[in-house]
């Protein structure tokens, strides 16, 4: 089983800043990850696919990055509504497992 | 547009059975690459991967739960089914049900079902 972590648990940024968020699978899971973002009482919301891929919609602001074991997804520039807690996930090999995922609130 | 709706009980006394229903639309479970997944959220977890159901009736099962987890597709109802038995409190979740395509990312889940295991 590919093991996900996430860090940093917390990430508190001002709005306006950049957020840089890490994921980190247990072995190389090439670049099958995703990112989802979830606000409370809502389902999560895709964010990012093929670890650069931004979804439909997505805006520009949020890019992906990274292949094998170490993953990034920046937020360039913190607007209010990205305070949410963001999650990655592999898809590579069965079972699917999800990181434990990232809160970021405002500072 | 797709849209997937989680159905079911939203209380279960331990050891009874867990049946969930999602009901969507927007596509066909008989397209090639297509696939309906459950994932559930413990209150204030992380997401947890439970079951998925290819188009072509492949199953898969979270290895940790494959014991309790049976999941069925009805495609003429479009509806996918999730049973899992002998619930404890932990079990106490939110249940999502999520559309896959192209064997990669859920997109997108339906709005979830809490589910209490409590006597």
């Known amino acids: 089983e590919v093991v996900m972590t996430q860090s940093p648990a917390t990430l508190s940024v001002s709005p306006g800043e950049r957020a840089t968020l890490s994921c980190r699978a247990s072995?190389?899971?090439?670049?099958?990850l995703a990112w989802y973002q979830q606000k409370p009482g809502q389902p999560p919301r895709l964010l990012m696919y093929?670890?650069?891929t931004r979804a439909t919609g997505i805006p520009a602001r949020f890019s992906g990055s990274g292949s094998g074991t170490e993953f990034t997804l920046t937020i360039s520039s913190l607007q209010s509504e990205d305070f949410a807690v963001y999650y990655c996930q592999h898809y590579d090999s069965w079972p699917l497992t999800f990181g434990p995922g990232t809160r970021v609130d405002i500072k | 547009q797709i849209t997937l709706k989680e159905s079911g009980p939203t209380l279960v006394e331990p050891t009874q059975t867990l049946t969930l229903t999602c009901t969507f639309s927007?596509?066909?479970?008989?397209?090639?690459?297509?696939?309906v997944g459950w994932i559930r959220q413990s209150p204030g977890k992380a997401l947890e991967w439970l079951a998925l159901i290819k188009w072509d009736g492949d199953k898969r099962y979270s290895p940790s739960l494959r014991s309790r987890l049976t999941i069925i597709k009805d495609t003429s109802k479009k509806q996918v089914v999730l049973t899992m038995t002998d619930m404890d409190p932990v079990d106490t979740a939110t249940y999502y049900c999520a559309h896959r395509r192209d064997y990669s990312h859920f997109d997108p889940w339906g709005q979830g079902i809490l589910v209490t295991v409590s006597s």
């Open positions: 072995q190389s899971i090439s670049i099958f």
């Open positions: 927007g596509f066909s479970l008989t397209s090639s690459g297509v696939a």
């Open positions: 093929d670890a650069s």
